[in-house]
Nanobody, 131 residues
Framework: QVQLVESGGGLVQAGGSLRLSCAVS????????MGWFRQAPGKERQFVAA????????YYADSVKGRFTISRDNTKNTVYLQMNNLKPEDTAVYYC????????????????????????WGQGTQVTVSS
């Protein structure tokens, strides 16, 4: 059974930093494209960042470019989201997501941005940024 478990959320002041982690079990992690999404109250879940299975390509939402960094450690089956210079509008529940890819195929940005492409989801972790 595949499990994605997020951790690292919390309350932080504007300008502060947090690092989210997502540990994956029950699947060959190296075959997963990984993404982070977030959902604020009353809003749809939106794309934040994604990382190809080889970690060779990263994608970011415009709202987080230059502040957030996604990375993965295949030896630990874990993907990270380093969030710096946090703003109150970053407040949301953050979800990690994974999707099995065919290593022989090319997956473009539209794939990584689309939440419906991801088959597995974590339970979410709350990030609250106070002003």
């Amino acid at each position: 059974q595949v499990q994605l478990v997020e951790s690292g959320g919390g309350l932080v002041q504007a300008g502060g930093s947090l690092r989210l982690s997502c540990a994956v079990s029950g699947h060959t992690f190296s075959l997963y494209a990984m993404g982070w999404f977030r959902q604020a109250p009353g809003k749809e879940r939106q794309f934040v960042a994604a990382l190809s299975w080889s970690a060779g390509t990263t994608y970011y939402a415009d709202s987080v470019k230059g502040r957030f960094t996604i990375s993965r450690d295949n030896t630990k089956n874990t993907v990270y989201l380093q969030m710096n210079n946090l703003k109150p509008e970053d407040t949301a529940v953050y979800y990690c997501a994974g999707d099995t890819v065919n290593q022989n195929l090319y997956y473009g940005p539209s794939y990584y941005h689309a939440r419906e492409e991801y088959d597995e989801w974590g339970q979410g972790t709350q990030v609250t940024v106070s002003s």
